[in-house]
């Protein structure tokens, strides 16, 4: 069972199937990062590092929504059905289920951020090691050269999070973090990794004591039950009321409220507004699918997913949504 709390932070690695490459090309990384940076902004997730290898690939994220299960389920079948359609092949992608280390960010975060950016120099090479290390500081295929130089960043990496552990932003926060990388490469630092070997949680232990009383607390003793059923952080910090927002909504594209939310009802209206109870006030599925005329998770999941393909191939459908997000956003900031 996945441990997910608000603001989480956690180390992902995928493995291809057998040990296979799942990245052949430029063309497949790219394929990548559109999916992922569409996922971690359906899920709102915060992307802090990413190192892409041959056959495996690792992301550092930070889940404040505490949905990392969701929003992974989501990436990899996107992944995985967009590399199987450009190869005409079918059957699994990835080596079982995702890796994911939960980290102690107050000790370990920079070292892990390290860790993923210095991955491609353990692979055997011929190359002397300072022209390895150039290609490090240039290659997209880890977000390295992104905390180096401002023309390399990529719009949905969270860049701050790790740079303001060395100041302000500017030059010195970037040079002082090239830095600690470059100390970790000649020094040869153990990997933070085998701090979490054996339990998934890569901290001191005063951080492993606290989680261990989170799980205690919220998944008690039955470790069978899956987040769908449990309550577990449900009402922390929610943002816009959902009945306010429902109303507000039908307003908008004048609906009646009974007629949007009825039962059986499939429109892109409805999916929208699934969308938006997720996104705006970060309820789960199963709870939206209570207000929504009392349909199950599964049922609101579909709805999500179709939504985002019409989304992503119809642009006149993805400004009429983001014009109804930012119209019902600026509402919750007057009168909620």
């Not at 063309?27 to 992307?47: I, N, P, T, W």
């Amino acid at each position: 069972m996945r441990i997910q709390y608000p603001d989480a932070y956690y180390h992902v690695t995928c493995r291809g199937n057998e040990g296979k490459v799942i990245f052949r090309n430029t063309e497949d990384r790219k394929g990548f990062f559109r999916l992922l940076a569409r996922s971690v902004d359906v899920y709102d997730v915060r992307l802090l590092a990413f190192a892409l290898m041959p056959n495996h690939f690792h992301l550092l994220v930070c889940t404040p929504r505490s949905n990392l299960s969701e929003f992974m389920r989501h990436f990899n079948i996107s992944y995985t059905g967009f590399f199987n359609r450009k190869y005409h092949r079918s059957g699994h992608l990835y080596q079982g289920r995702y890796k994911a280390f939960l980290i102690d960010e107050n000790n370990y975060l920079l070292e892990v951020s390290r860790y993923i950016h210095l991955n491609p120099l353990r692979m055997k090479s011929k190359k002397p090691a300072q022209e390895r290390w150039q290609d490090l500081t240039m290659n997209d295929s880890t977000s390295f050269p992104g905390y180096l130089q401002q023309k390399h960043r990529k719009s949905f990496v969270h860049y701050r999070t790790i740079l303001d552990y060395f100041g302000e932003e500017g030059l010195k926060s970037t040079q002082d973090y090239k830095k600690f990388v470059a100390e970790g490469m000649k020094e040869d630092i153990p990997s933070p990794l085998e701090k979490g070997k054996g339990r998934e949680i890569i901290g001191k232990d005063d951080f492993v004591e606290k989680i261990k009383e989170i799980f205690r607390r919220e998944y008690g003793k039955d470790q069978k039950v899956s987040r769908r059923e449990q309550p577990a952080f449900r009402e922390w910090d929610r943002i816009v009321n959902p009945h306010d927002l429902i109303d507000h909504y039908a307003q908008l594209i004048k609906m009646d409220t009974e007629e949007l939310t009825r039962k059986g009802k499939q429109s892109m209206e409805r999916a929208m507004l699934m969308e938006l109870l997720y996104r705006l006030c970060k309820l789960t599925q199963p709870e939206i699918g209570k207000l929504v005329g009392g349909i199950d998770y599964s049922a609101v999941s579909q709805a999500r997913k179709r939504l985002q393909v019409k989304l992503q191939n119809e642009p006149c459908h993805e400004e009429r949504f983001e014009q109804l997000q930012e119209k019902l956003d600026q509402m919750s900031r007057i009168k909620i």
